[in-house]
């Protein structure tokens, strides 16, 4: 059973990096082999504990919790999005965008291409602004939030940009102001991942167009973004496209 058209939130789990040590010798040896051999002990558990929240994730969207047998990269796509498999290497019914920063790990299930991303709100100073973001952009943020904390609307419109390149597939080998949004007004509060979140539209403005779903939700001084939409994304101009 998968949850992708309508309304319906991405399904999201954390785990913590600290005490990931279980989860790493858990790996599956193909789960393993992604791992660079000069990964550092540090960057390690942070794999294994994205990883943990994965398969958590799909288990809940499927509800089955051992469905999800390992998470792979999609080389068939030629991009690095996670592919969820089961015991026998099948692919399961369903997408996966994977997160961490700061000692935590999340990741987002969904059954439909989905993006997401975790950061610590904070004050971005005004070279990042200039380099990121249209000042537009900005302000479209600051109202749709509506939150007087520093640097919470640049965090999230980052994070945002984030979560949109995983859906989309490209990750970050495009400049942040090529990922141009617009957000609009929030829906009421609901729940995402033990988070109270808002669901918003946002559109993917410029030479790639979608219409999302983006949920913005905070718990202490971190911020998530979970990024879906119910159709692909398609060139603004086909001529420049081709």
């Keep these: 059973m998968t949850a992708a058209a309508g309304d319906a939130a991405p399904v999201i789990a954390f785990r913590p990096v600290a005490g990931a040590e279980p989860a790493l ?44 047998a390992a998470v792979l990269r999609d080389a068939s796509a030629g991009t690095a999005q996670p592919v969820a498999l089961d015991a026998r290497g099948a692919r399961l019914p369903a997408y996966v965008s994977i997160t961490h920063t700061e000692g935590v790990a999340a990741a987002a299930a969904f059954g439909a291409p989905v993006g997401v991303d975790l950061v610590r709100v904070e004050a971005l100073d005004g070279a990042f602004h200039r380099e990121a973001f249209w000042p537009e952009e900005l302000r479209a943020f600051e109202r ?5 904390r520093a640097g919470f609307a640049a965090c999230a419109a980052f994070g945002a940009k984030e979560a949109v390149v995983k859906w989309l597939g490209t990750g ?3 400049p942040l102001r090529a990922v141009r949004l617009s957000l609009g007004p929030p829906a009421p509060p609901e729940r995402l991942g ?17 219409a999302l779903r ?8 971190y911020l998530l973004v979970a ?4 159709a692909p994304a398609e060139p603004a101009d086909p001529l420049r496209s081709a």
């Design 194 to 210: 033990g988070l109270r979140a808002r669901r918003f539209a946002l559109a993917l403005e410029g030479p790639v167009r979608a």
């Design 25 to 68: 010798a858990r790996l599956p040896a193909a789960e393993r082999a992604l791992l660079p051999p000069a990964a550092t002990a540090r960057r390690r558990l942070e794999f294994a504990a994205g990883r943990a929240a994965a398969r958590a994730a799909v288990g809940r969207l499927l509800r089955d919790p051992g469905a999800c």
């Design 144 to 148: 749709a939030l509506g939150e007087p």
């Design 227 to 230: 990024v879906t939409a119910d």
């Design 172 to 174: 970050l080998t495009v």
């Design 214 to 221: 983006a949920w913005i939700g905070a718990a202490g001084p």
